[in-house]
């Protein structure tokens, strides 16, 4: 699939530092010390319903890890897929009487849109689970060759034992794992399984609904994890910087991912870190598709939204907090933006250099948005008040924000 079109990040002066960013598996914050090229993995939508903010605040900290990288001079190889074939679109499809793959097409089109709207640096390699699908069927028949996976009624299912480091992204107990298990997507209760945790990794034909080739698997089509593994090793290997998502997906999603990949290679670790956002709530309760309590950027956008002010009220919150979306996180940041806007449309001000590697230092520790935000804000405030002498100060302050925080002043 086609991505989106890249905005353009300015370099900046002086020289970035690098991340210390939270780590689920080991519960720490640790520093990544990524090559020339910082690899990263980041789990995309299933395209049933529109981008809203709880998608767009994930996509946000994600962006800023790059941006991070991009300032200390590496390049980023961003990988991201769409869930372009899964129980909950076939739902939506069905529900609503139209084609599963038009409906798929349109959102992941507007998608698109918001991501561009919101200067989201987009992915080198943007795959559809239906387009990998040819590189699935193989990584599937290998897990059954080497023991790891199993048949049950045509079904192809994955042994979690067949994975010595198991349960080590979220470090769950069983129980709790069985819980999650059955509310995102598992089926711990069907007879027949050797653990009630084995997640499917290909799913025979059932009546009425598509189907693909798979080889000696039979016809059917892929399960969620085993999608994301085949995409993130076909473009990264194994041992990549960082693998994203939000909290609701470091189980069962990431932790059988890993699994996946660390049975298939004999290799440990799938990634280096795996880094989950917070999650977005709207009165009270997760944002959710499923719930339908939702806030769309593309509809703040109709609205008359500048996409620049969505991005501010993402920044004003830190990634790993759950926050609550209201109409006064935009209204403030909506004033911010006017107050940048004013500050760096003067002809001079206060020194930039300092500001500069405030911001740096806050998203280089664990991505501290928020304290960049406050270091921006005292900056202007100083402008405002006083003013300043330094004439390259305003074209500084724009280029840093928009190099380093995806917001065009
Ligand atoms: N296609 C899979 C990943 S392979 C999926 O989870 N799709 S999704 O559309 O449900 O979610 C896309 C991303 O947005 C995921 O990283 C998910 O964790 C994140 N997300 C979903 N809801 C929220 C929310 N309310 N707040 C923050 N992030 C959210
Ligand atoms: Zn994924």
Redesign the pocket.
């Known amino acids: 699939m086609y991505a989106w079109p890249a905005s353009e990040v300015p370099a900046l002066p002086g020289t970035g530092r690098d991340l210390r960013i939270h780590d689920t598996a080991t519960g720490g914050l640790v520093t990544l010390d990524p090559g020339p090229v910082a690899r990263i993995y980041v789990?995309?939508?299933?395209p049933y319903d529109a981008t809203?903010l709880?998608?767009a605040?994930?996509y946000n900290a994600f962006d800023l890890v790059q941006r991070v990288w991009l300032d200390t001079k590496r390049q980023v190889h961003y990988v991201q897929?769409v869930?372009d074939i899964d129980d909950p679109l076939l739902e939506r499809a069905e529900r609503d009487g139209i084609d599963w793959a038009g409906l798929a097409e349109k959102e992941t089109a507007l998608f698109r849109e918001d991501m561009t709207a919101l200067r989201m640096l987009p992915p080198r390699q943007y795959i559809g689970a239906v387009e990998a699908i040819p590189g699935i069927v193989p990584l599937v028949e290998r897990l059954r060759d080497l023991g790891a996976a199993y048949e049950l009624e045509g079904d192809v299912y994955f042994s979690v034992e067949a994975d010595p480091h198991f349960g080590q992204v979220s470090g769950l107990d069983a129980a709790a794992m069985r819980l999650l298990s059955a509310e995102r997507g598992g089926d711990p209760d069907r007879p027949g399984k050797k653990n009630p945790l084995d997640p499917m990794l290909w799913m025979a034909a059932r009546e009425g609904e598509p189907r693909w080739d798979g080889g000696s698997l039979g016809a059917g089509r892929p399960g969620?994890h085993i999608?994301?593994v085949a995409i993130a090793l076909d473009h990264l290997g194994m041992g990549f910087d960082i693998q994203g998502?939000?909290?609701?997906?470091a189980f069962p999603?990431h932790e059988m991912g890993a699994s996946h990949a660390q049975a298939l290679t004999g290799e440990f670790p799938f990634a280096k870190a795996y880094v989950h956002?917070?999650?977005?709530?709207l009165d009270g309760q997760?944002?959710?598709?499923s719930k339908g309590n939702l806030v769309f950027v593309s509809a703040l956008r109709r609205a008359g939204v500048d996409p620049a002010a969505i991005r501010l009220a993402l920044l004003a919150h830190h990634y790993r907090a759950d926050w609550e979306w209201t109409d006064a996180v935009l209204d403030e940041a909506v004033d911010r933006l006017a107050r940048w806007r004013a500050a760096v449309s003067r002809p001079d001000g206060p020194e930039a250099e300092p500001l500069v590697e405030e911001v740096r230092a806050a998203l280089a520790e664990d991505l501290d948005a928020p304290a960049a935000l406050a270091a921006v804000d005292r900056w202007a405030a100083r402008q405002a008040e006083n003013g300043g002498t330094d004439e390259r100060a305003p074209g500084v302050v724009s280029r840093a924000v928009d190099a380093l925080l995806g917001v065009a002043l």
Do not use: F, P, Q, Y
């Not at 789990?43 to 299933?46: D, P, Q, R």
């Not at 956002?277 to 709530?281: D, H, L, N, R, T």
């Not at 997760?286 to 598709?289: F, G, I, L, Y």
């Open positions: 789990c995309g939508i299933t809203h709880g998608h605040a994930t897929n869930t969620w999608e994301c998502g939000g909290s609701d997906l999603h956002a917070g999650m977005v709530a997760k944002m959710s598709k």
